[in-house]
T-cell receptor
Framework: EDQVTQSPEALRLQEGESSSLNCSYT??????LFWYRQDPGKGPEFLFT???AGEEKEKERLKATLTKKESFLHITAPKPEDSATYLC???????????FGTGTSLTVIP | GAGVSQSPSNKVTEKGKDVELRCDPI?????LYWYRQSLGQGLEFLIY????????KSGLPSDRFSAERTGGSVSTLTIQRTQQEDSAVYLC???FGQGPYEQYFGPGTRLTVT
């Protein structure tokens, strides 16, 4: 079965302290890997889609990368407003489902 | 344009009662998903609608759960004879189509079964 594992579960960073979040996946043929941001009490907000190994995408302080087994979300010089839960999801070629990880809760301390 | 909307935002119900949760997707989006999110858990897929095709119900946890989508737009998730374990946030998402397109989520409905 398709599966997504995210690590760490929680991460506390000082403002400006860069780090990376990991998303490991197993899928029977990857159609797409997705990163979302979720703030408390809100629905997930789309960040990036990656389709094939080697692909990279950037948005402000965030950069997502993809290999055949995992994806990283790199956060450069984070700010307190980057505090949120970051979710990773994959969609394979079998079925219509998106499989979500349990997320990484990021706290950026001023 | 308007995003995905869901109603109600909060619902408290007694065990054994039926509830209906509503989702209005983004106009023009043909795919619609329902998920359940429990504390500390990932999003659990419930059901998927694509255009006029038969829905993918493979994620529904029991026959107490059902959903319909009228006119290819608004969707209603119904939970009959609610149980305490049904307490969760129910999220709806829509996307452009069946491909690996990003999903746009609504704010969710927080269901509490007492």
């Amino acid at each position: 079965e398709d599966q997504v594992t995210q690590s760490p579960e929680a991460l506390r960073l000082q403002e400006g302290e860069s780090s990376s979040l990991n998303c490991s996946y197993t899928v029977s043929g990857l159609r797409g890997l997705f990163w979302y941001r979720q703030d408390p009490g809100k629905g997930p907000e789309f960040l990036f889609t990656l389709y094939s190994a080697g692909e990279e995408k950037e948005k402000e302080r965030l950069k997502a990368t993809l290999t055949k087994k995992e994806s990283f979300l790199h956060i450069t010089a984070p700010k307190p407003e980057d505090s949120a839960t970051y979710l990773c999801a994959v969609q394979g070629y079998t079925g219509n489902q998106f499989y979500f990880g349990t997320g990484t809760s990021l706290t950026v301390i001023p | 344009g308007a995003g995905v909307s869901q109603s109600p935002s909060n619902k408290v119900t007694e065990k054994g009662k039926d509830v209906e949760l509503r989702c209005d997707p983004i106009s023009g989006h043909t795919a619609l998903y329902w998920y359940r999110q429990s504390l500390g858990q990932g999003l659990e897929f419930l059901i998927y609608f694509q255009g006029n095709s038969a829905p993918d119900k493979s994620g529904l946890p029991s026959d107490r759960f059902s959903a319909e989508r009228t006119g290819g737009s608004v969707s209603t998730l119904t939970i009959q004879r609610t149980q305490q374990e049904d307490s969760a946030v129910y999220l709806c998402a829509s996307s452009f189509g069946q491909g690996p397109y990003e999903q746009y989520f609504g704010p969710g409905t927080r269901l509490t079964v007492t």
